[in-house]
């Protein structure tokens, strides 16, 4: 059985939908500005980008960070 995890907002969010909402807020070439490696430079696609991060723990790291600022910051953005 899992716990609750209130305080952690990739809980239960996978890494295709993770990259799918940085791609649609930022675009690929926002998204390879801010986070420069290949796939996102490249010839982009959601395939190849998941493909590479799911072998790249490094970028991965990256990718769920930028995430989490996104979503912070869409949340304390008044609207």
């Known amino acids: 059985m899992t716990t609750p995890q209130p305080n952690n907002p990739l809980h239960g969010i ?3 939908k993770i990259l799918t909402a940085l791609q649609a807020h ?3 070439e926002e998204l390879g500005r801010q986070i420069d490696i290949r796939c996102f430079t490249h010839d982009p696609s959601i395939a190849s980008s998941l493909k590479f991060l799911r072998r790249t ?3 991965r790291e990256r990718v769920e960070s930028l995430y989490v600022y996104m979503v912070r910051r869409n949340n ?3 609207a």
């Open 57 to 59: 723990p490094w970028a």
């Open 14 to 16: 996978t890494l295709e």
């Open 76 to 78: 304390s953005d008044p």
């Open 26 to 28: 930022y675009g690929w």
